[in-house]
């Protein structure tokens, strides 16, 4: 068997086994994957993982698995002793994932043998449609925007940067852990905006388009004075672009990360539910 890590160079090569909008994220910050074939070159499995909090000192650092393809006994213990190596390294202090029920099938027996917990849930990724938003009439979408709300498509990769910081610093809410090395061509340009004040960026709504051509929100932030109104100002102006440029079946993906992004959803869409997942979990380095 040879074991390779997943590469920005060498992932066509592996395109074809891999779910495509978790293999678009090979190359970001704190993303890695593994995958192994046998001497022949033929497939036997892969693993992706994102490192969360690698930079937070008032947080353990975790590992998030964001795809398996383990179809060989073999293969997967050699996919999960390289992944020891690399969390082992990060001092990854937990290993966590969360896949669709009907992702997997009844495969959940090797996690078990790995130590990892396992449960049923509702996932924590809440999926809608195009055609869902132009019904909230709760966001008043025959409103105009205010002109301090702007499409990023008006600002420069630098100044980008600069307001991405200014969230950092200021903002009390979890971010992306990557967000400061994310360039802006990562966000869909029409659907994304920001919020000025007195020359200095103070928030954002960013969507991204994945390559399985879904709309998923990465980001809405804002550390102004009055960020609730900025940020429902913002999501107007996304809501009104996705209405006007795609098509009523196009799906939008929204994370449940925090409270305050699960307030919001419950709030808008109060029926929209995640799908059955097995959710794990697994203590490292203890």
């Not at 709504?205 to 879904?214: E, I």
């Not at 449940?256 to 959803?265: L, V």
Request: charged share 30%; aromatic share 10%; proline share 3%.
């Amino acid at each position: 068997m040879r074991i390779e890590e997943l590469t920005e160079d060498n992932l066509n090569s592996y395109s074809s086994y891999l779910d495509p909008e978790e293999a678009e994220n090979i190359g970001r910050e704190y993303y890695h994957g593994v995958a192994v074939t046998d001497d022949m070159g033929s497939f036997l499995g892969a693993m992706i993982w994102e490192l969360k909090n690698l930079e937070n000192d008032d947080k353990d650092t975790e590992s998030r698995l964001t795809f398996v393809s383990l179809p060989d006994r073999e293969a997967a213990d050699c996919i999960f002793d390289e992944y020891a190596v690399h969390i082992n390294a990060e001092d990854v202090k937990q290993s966590i994932f969360e896949f669709p029920v009907r992702s997997y099938g009844d495969g959940w027996d090797y996690f078990r043998e790995k130590e990892f917990d396992i449960s049923e849930a509702e996932g924590s990724m809440v999926t809608i449609t195009v055609g869902d938003l132009s019904k909230l009439t709760s966001m008043k979408l025959n409103k105009g925007v205010p002109s301090y709300v702007k499409s990023v498509t008006h600002i420069t990769e630098r100044e980008y940067t600069r307001g991405v910081m200014n969230c950092i610093f200021r903002s009390k809410r979890d971010l992306l852990d990557d967000l400061s090395s994310l360039n802006l061509s990562w966000f869909e340009p029409d659907l994304s905006c920001y919020v000025e004040s007195d020359g200095k960026i103070e928030g954002f709504f960013l969507v991204h388009k994945t390559s399985g051509n879904r709309l998923r929100v990465e980001l809405m932030v804002d550390v102004g004075p009055d960020s609730q109104k900025a940020l429902l100002h913002m999501m107007r102006f996304s809501m009104k672009a996705a209405i006007k440029k795609y098509p009523p079946q196009m799906q939008v993906l929204l994370r449940r990360s925090d409270h305050a992004s699960r307030s919001m959803i419950s709030f808008l869409f109060p029926n929209a539910k995640g799908e059955p997942v097995i959710a794990g979990h697994r203590e490292e380095n203890q």
